[in-house]
């Protein structure tokens, strides 16, 4: 016997949940590239898409990954031997400087831990200390998949502004954008990168760079830049194929055309709550399963963790054993540990991470919190009480 046939739930963070709308909405025959719908529909996605990141600065698409949008991003706006500020809090921070470094630019990197955001007052010092302004910019990431941290945006804006200090400030929402709200104007960011296939639940492939004129500024003499990458033809096409630097993604933009109107369809706002109140209930479980036992969240202080995505730690080999438990028995795939200790090390089976961002609800984040309830139970896992309960009362409104 199984239980696990049915409906499955992939709640590792991302790809997300493809809802069937946008699956729909991609199930059709090739369009015409030259005229016709998919021409007249890019402005649209375009344009909302930076409502969505709250933005009236310029956008370019690329058909790659969230690492095509890094390199991307970093391309446009250095030169080799450039400087490049790197605040780390897990793993992605450190994965786009990887990026920079393959192109010749400069790193200081500053670790803050794999359970921490980002320390504002060593980032102050470390400012102030660069009285010559050899950083040329200061990347980070609004939410740390791996970690779960979600860092202090507009606190980090301000630490530049307080020390009158120009550097570009660049920030990585592939896992928060359409999760967790990004007011990238409000918060003074210059860039920002994002993907299709977390918040905005489409099939990966489509990466986004949002950047202002002052980024644009720097690609007048940025010298890393190559002509695939270059963000002006695509921001600014004379003609269609240039948005793209060749052949339309047809069906990503069929279904990321469906999810931007299912986002507006609920509205901003209510997307954003509905992340909030579902990441609180999940929160409440694992409050009360980690009153006795093992469980723990690798992010001590609610108001620094993601909306999006939590991870947290359990044990080797026990985090391992859940995973494996709730898919061959629930039909629910959770994400496994990243970053946290080098994967060869035993005590990497320790940890897992469970997304709840993007087309997610009540029943999908109760039933995967019931599932973990009873691999718990099953495995002789110790742990708390009342976590189901818990999880309920958040989401009646309790
Ligand atoms: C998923 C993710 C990435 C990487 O995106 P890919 O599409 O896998 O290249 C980068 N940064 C963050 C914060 C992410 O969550």
Known sequence: MSLA????????PGPSVMPDRVLRAMHRAAPNIYEGAIVDEVAGIAADLKRVAKTESNLAIYIANGHG?????????????????????????LGWSMHAQGLGIELDVMDFGKSSDVDLEQVAE????????????VIVVHVDTASSVRNDIPGIRRVLDEAG??????????ASLAC??????????DLMVAACQKGLMTPPGLSFVFFNDK????????????TYWDWRPRAWPQEFYQYFGGTAPTHHLFGLRAALDMIFEEGLDEVFSRHATLARAVWAAFDAWGTEGPLKMNIADPSKRSNAVTALSIGAPWGNDVRKWVEANAGVT??????????????????????????????????????????LTALDIPHGTGALEAAAAVCAGR
């Open 180 to 189: 967790d709200d990004f007011p990238m104007d409000e918060w003074g960011v």
């Open 165 to 174: 200090h120009p550097a570009l400030f660049m920030v990585d929402c592939i």
């Open 215 to 226: 980024a644009d500024r720097l690609r007048d003499s940025a010298n890393c830049v190559t």
């Open 126 to 137: 470390r400012i102030a200390a660069d009285t010559e302004h050899r950083i040329k910019s």
């Open 5 to 12: 046939n049915g409906r499955e739930y992939l709640a590792i």
């Open 334 to 375: 959770l994400g496994l540990g990243i970053g946290m200790v080098d994967r060869s090390n035993p005590s990497s089976h320790g940890f897992f991470r469970i997304a709840h961002m993007g087309h997610v609800n009540t029943h999908m984040v109760l039933g995967a919190l019931g599932s973990l309830e009873a691999a």
């Open 69 to 93: 949008a890094w390199e991307a991003a970093m391309a446009n706006t250095h030169s080799r031997g450039d400087l490049c500020l790197v605040l780390a809090t897990g793993r992605f921070a």
